[in-house]
Each structure stands twice: as structure tokens, then as C-alpha cells.
T-cell receptor, first 116, second 112 residues
Framework: ETGVTQTPRHLVMGMTNKKSLKCEQH?????MYWYKQSAKKPLELMFV???????ENNSVPSRFSPECPNSSHLFLHLHTLQPEDSALYLC???????????????FGPGTRLLVL | QKEVEQDPGPLSVPEGAIVSLNCTYS??????FMWYRQYSRKGPELLMY????GNKEDGRFTAQVDKSSKYISLFIRDSQPSDSATYLC????????????FGTGTRLTIIP
């Protein structure tokens, strides 16, 4: 396991529910990411936070709402999701520094989400 | 055309064989190339990291980058059943650009 943890590991929710995914990194990194991984598709970058500031929103529907209260924690708030949102949601972190070789992203184990 | 093309497989080879995994890409700005390994029900873990063209070797793994052909490869020697996983290529452009572009992943099974 890496130094990135995610909870819950599995989540089943109805289309009218509200839930949140949590990510925590113990690596001292300052950048955090949310990705969506669907079968037979490349990982899709959803959001990027750098020093708690959102630096990228990849045209993600508003039913996904990220929150980054500090450099170690990242949340993804979910509401009124659709069945096609069922996927593995991965959190990653990296260290933005003076060396590009330190900007490698490290991933958590993911949250397997099923929307009914 | 996808920015990164990767054969999804599945690929099955006997134990001890040499495995070759490949990706092609279209964006000439990519300079940093990575291979991630993802076991079932786990997140991707970084396996190899290469900057620009050339080879890099780490134990049984060798990563090759040919920027002139926009082609990267991962070779696994003396493959083991524990190498069975999905292998994702990833790449990004210049320094300071955090965005990684991934291939779809190749699912590999090593048969004992």
C-alpha cells in the first residue's frame, strides 16, 4: 500500500443520495488529484489541487464537488449521481517542487462506486 | 485519435517468457514517461519512470522511449505469476505541468 488512503473502499448509492469520498495522503505532498477509472477507458483526470487551490477542473459535472481543506486531505462530494457515474474513483498526490522528477503521482487504492 | 494508444489485451504468456508492452502517442510535447502496475482491486503503483528518449533498467523491468517514433515500451524478463496485473502507460509534458495522460492499460496474465 502507498501512503495514500481512501475511504470508503466500496460504496453503493441511489441516484438521490448524497455521499462523500475521502482521501488522505501521508507523504508530505502538496498536490492532490481525483481520477475516474472506468472499464476499458483511460484514467480520466477530474480535479487537481495545488497547495489547497483548485488548479484544474476537467469539465466535470457539477454533481461532483471537490473539497480540499488542507494539503493532506481531499474530499469528493457526490449528489444526484447517474448510473454511468459508477466507476473506480482514485485519489493521487504528488510533490510540486523544483525537480520534475519529484512530481511523480502516487495513487490510493480507490473507492469502487456503484450508482443504482 | 486518442492522445495515447495502448492495446488493452488481454495478454497471456507462460511463466519465464519475455513480455513486451507498448504505447504510442501523438503529442510531441510529452517528455516524462511512466509505467504503472495495477493489481486487481488496487490503485496504480509506479513501476518505471523515464525522462526523454532512452532505456532504463530496474531488475527484470526495462523501459524504452523512442521520441522520434512516439513509441514507448516496457519489457519484463523472466516473467512471474506475480507480474499478472494491468499495466498502464502514462506521460506528461514539461516541468510544472502535472497533468498525466494515460493509456487504457494492458491486462497481463502470466500462466504458471
Amino acid at each position: 500500500e502507498t501512503g495514500v488512503t481512501q475511504t470508503p473502499r466500496h460504496l453503493v448509492m441511489g441516484m438521490t443520495n448524497k455521499k462523500s469520498l475521502k482521501c488522505e495522503q501521508h507523504l508530505g505532498h502538496n498536490a492532490m488529484y481525483w481520477y475516474k477509472q472506468s472499464a476499458k477507458k483511460p484514467l480520466e483526470l477530474m480535479f487537481v489541487y495545488n497547495f489547497k487551490e483548485q488548479t484544474e477542473n476537467n469539465s466535470v459535472p457539477s454533481r461532483f464537488s471537490p473539497e480540499c481543506p488542507n494539503s493532506s486531505h481531499l474530499f469528493l462530494h457526490l449528489h444526484t449521481l447517474q448510473p454511468e457515474d459508477s466507476a473506480l474513483y482514485l485519489c493521487a498526490s504528488s510533490r510540486s517542487s523544483g525537480s520534475p522528477h519529484q512530481e511523480t503521482q502516487y495513487f490510493g487504492p480507490g473507492t469502487r462506486l456503484l450508482v443504482l | 485519435q486518442k492522445e495515447v494508444e495502448q492495446d488493452p489485451g488481454p495478454l497471456s504468456v507462460p511463466e519465464g517468457a519475455i513480455v513486451s508492452l507498448n504505447c504510442t502517442y501523438s503529442n510531441s510535447a510529452f517528455q516524462y514517461f511512466m509505467w504503472y502496475r495495477q493489481y486487481s482491486r488496487k490503485g496504480p503503483e509506479l513501476l518505471m519512470y523515464t525522462y526523454s528518449s532512452g532505456n532504463k533498467e530496474d531488475g527484470r523491468f526495462t523501459a524504452q522511449v523512442d521520441k522520434s517514433s512516439k513509441y514507448i515500451s516496457l519489457f519484463i524478463r523472466d516473467s512471474q505469476p506475480s507480474d499478472s496485473a494491468t499495466y498502464l502507460c502514462a506521460m506528461r509534458a514539461g516541468f510544472g505541468n502535472e497533468k498525466l495522460t494515460f493509456g487504457t492499460g494492458t491486462r497481463l496474465t502470466i500462466i504458471p
